[in-house]
C-alpha cells in the first residue's frame, strides 16, 4: 500500500501544538504550557504554530515520535508515514488513511508542575497542555475519516485514570517503549484487524533501537534510557539504565543540525551516569567524551541537558572541571552577566527517613544516612564550576511527618546562598510507579509547614534570580498574601507568606528552621559541607556523626586506599581496606575542588 495523493496518508503521527512547539528553543518557557490556559496562551501562542518542511510535513516534533517514525518508515517505507502538525492534519488523513499515531506527555494537566501550579493559581481554567491536547483530539478530521487513533507516550496512563478513552475516540492506549511491539499492532491496523484497547509493551532489545530521522524538538538526543535508581515515585528509575554509543548520539545531533536545529538538548534520567560503572560509579572519560563529541559537531550553537543527580559529581568533581569547558562554550544563559550550565536535579527532600524508605538509590554510590551532606557538597560542586541547577521538592509524600518538612527546611537552610532554582511540587502518583496507589496530595490538605516549603523555596528563588527586582517583588507579594492566597488557600499561608517577605523572626511569625550560618553557607554564595555533630532532624532516624569518614569509606572501596579523604585516620584506612574490591587504582581529587569546600 502506498498514499495517494490528495487521499490522504496511511499512517500519520502527530503531537500537541505544545508538545511540537520548540518554544523558542528555551526548554523553561515551554513550562508555562502547564500553566491555566485562559492565561497564558496569549503569551505562548507565537511558539505553537507550525513550521513546515517542503512536503508540507512538520519539521520539529516529540522525539519519542521521531523514534516511532523510523520504526514505521523501516517496516512500511517512506510513502506510507507522514508527520503532521495538528493544524495541519486535513492535510495527510484522508480517506485512505487507516491510523493516526499520536504521542502525549501531560494530556490531562496531571503530571507534577501543571497539576502544582494550577493547584497554586486557583483560577483561569485547564493547564494548556490539557487544553492542547483537547483541541488535537476534537478535530474534526478524525471523525470525518474516522482512522484507527493510537494514543502513546508517558502520559497515556493520565487518560485512563480520567476515564476518556471513549471520550476522545481512542482506539487504543500503547504503553511502554515502541521498538518490539508496534510494528506488529500496526500491521493489525492495516490489515483490518481488531487491536486492544490497552496494549502493553514489552521491553526492547536496545542495541535494536534506530536513529531518527528527523529533529525532534529542541534538537532532543538520546543518551540513556532509564535509571535503575529504584526510586518509588518515579517510573523511568524503575527500568535499567542504558547508555547508547556516542557515534549514534553524534549522528542524531547531526540530524538535528542539518535540519535547522539551534539547539541540542541532552535527554537522560542522568547525565552524568552515561556508561557507568557497576555500584553507580561515574565514568568521567565517558561522560566527558560524550559532551566533547556533542559539542564538536559543527553547526551546534547551544546544548542544554535535562536530568542529573548529585552523588556522581560528589564522588568525582572532575566530571565537572573536564565537562564544563565544553558545555559553557555552548550556552546562551547568563545570570548577572556570567554564563552557567544549569540541568534539572531531584532532591525531592531533606529527610533521611523519607529517602531511606522511598529512594535509597538516589545516593548511590554513598549511603542514604547522609543524604543532606551529599545534597550540599554536590550543590557546592556544581556551583564552583558555574552550575546552577534546578532542584525539584516534593511535599505531601506518603508517610510524610512534621518531622520530615522539618528537615527540608533545614536543607533549605544549608542551601540558603547556593546559585540554584528551587522548585516545590507535590507529590503524583505515577502509573508504573511502586507508589501508583498511594493518594495524592491537595492543597487544603497541606500543613503550614509544607506551605513553607513551597513559599520558602519561591523566596530563594526571586532573591537569587531577581534580586534587581526585588525591592518591587516582595510589595506584590504582599498584596498577593492579602487578596489572593491568603483568600484561595486559607489561613496556613499565612506565616509562610510573611517568611517569604522577609518578615521571619518578628512579631508576624515564628522561627521554623535555624538560620544559615558560617558553619553551613560561606560568602559570595559558595557552599561549604557541614560536619554535623547531631543526628538527623527526623524521626527514628539516627546516622552516623561523620560524613568525611563515611564518604571516605565508599572513595577507598571504589578508588583504593590512597583516596581517602583528608584528615581520615589510618585506622578508619585500615577498617575500610578490607572492604575494597582491590581492583581501582588510587584516584585522589585533593586540590581539585573549587573554593567553595573546605
Known sequence: MTAKKGQGAPIVLTASRVESSNFGYDPFIAFTSTFPYKFFKPFTNKYLQHEDLDDGQQAFVPY??????????????????????????????????????????????????????????????????????????????????????IVGGAGVWQIEDAKMVDEFGIDCLFKGEAEKDLVSLVTKVLDGEDIPRIFEASKPDYDTVLDVLGPGTYGTVEITRGCGRGC???????????????????REVKTAVKAGSKMVFINSEDVFLYESKPGFVPNREAVVGMFKAICDVPGVE?????????????????????????????????????KFVTVEVGVETGSV?????????????????????????GIGNMNDHDWYPLCTFMTGMPDESEADVQATLELFD?????????????FIPLEEAMLSDAKRIELDRLSESQWDVILTAWQHNTRIWQS????????????????????????KTRRPMLKMMGLDGTIFDRKVARSCDTAYCASGGRMKVAIDDKADATEDVVVPKDWASAKAE?????????????GVSQGMRNKVKGTGTGKAKANSNDGNRGSGHP
Open 64 to 149: 519519542g515520535l521521531r523514534k516511532v517514525e523510523a520504526i514505521l518508515v523501516k517496516e512500511f517505507g517512506r510513502d506510507m508515514v507522514k508527520i503532521a502538525h495538528p493544524d495541519t492534519l486535513d492535510r495527510f488523513v484522508g480517506k485512505d488513511t487507516k491510523m493516526v499515531g499520536i504521542s502525549t506527555m501531560d494530556p490531562m494537566g496531571l503530571a507534577y508542575v501543571s497539576t502544582t501550579y494550577n493547584s497554586l493559581i486557583g483560577v483561569g481554567g485547564e493547564a494548556l497542555t490539557s487544553h492542547e491536547f483537547k483541541r488535537m483530539m476534537f478535530n474534526p478530521v478524525l471523525t470525518r475519516f474516522d482512522p484507527t487513533v
Open 353 to 377: 527517613r523519607i529517602m531511606r524508605k522511598q529512594m535509597a538509590g538516589k545516593a548511590l554510590p554513598y549511603k542514604v544516612d547522609h543524604w543532606p551532606d551529599i545534597v550540599c557538597e
Open 468 to 491: 534587581n527586582k526585588e525591592v518591587f517583588i516582595r510589595p506584590l507579594f504582599f498584596l498577593t498574601q492579602c487578596f489572593y492566597v491568603r483568600w484561595r488557600h486559607g489561613p
Open 232 to 250: 518509588q515515585f518515579c517510573s523511568p528509575t524503575m527500568r535499567k539504565k542504558h547508555s547508547f554509543p556516542t557515534d549514534r548520539i553524534v
Open 554 to 566: 565508599v572513595d577507598l572501596r571504589f578508588k583504593g586506599p590512597e583516596a581517602a579523604a583528608p
Open 414 to 426: 544549608r542551601l540558603k546562598d547556593a546559585k540554584m532554582m528551587k522548585v516545590p511540587v507535590l
Open 302 to 338: 547551544d546544548v542544554h541537558l535535562s536530568h542529573a543527580s548529585l552523588a556522581p559529581i560528589v564522588y568525582d568533581p572532575k566530571i565537572l572541571e573536564e565537562g564544563t569547558p565544553h558545555l559553557l562554550e555552548h550556552t546562551h544563559r547568563t545570570l548577572q552577566g556570567r
